[in-house]
């Protein structure tokens, strides 16, 4: 689960968006932590700067198999 900030999360024009969150979901992690904290770094990445106004917030659960 990701805050709309994540999505909405702008660079100029342009939002980082589902897509941006699939990009990083596509990378194979090797916890839920890894995962939370590389969505949180690429959108801290593409907007070249700490997010100011929006809630920024990945939450990833694990299911025991």
Known sequence: ????GVVEAQRQDEEFGLAGVKHVMGV?????????????????????AL???????ALTLLRAS
Do not use: W, Y
């Open 1 to 4: 689960m990701v805050s709309r």
């Open 28 to 48: 194979r992690a090797n916890s839920a932590t890894d995962l939370s904290r590389g969505i949180l770094e690429q959108v801290q990445g593409f907007m070249c």
């Open 51 to 57: 997010p100011k106004h929006n809630d920024v917030t």
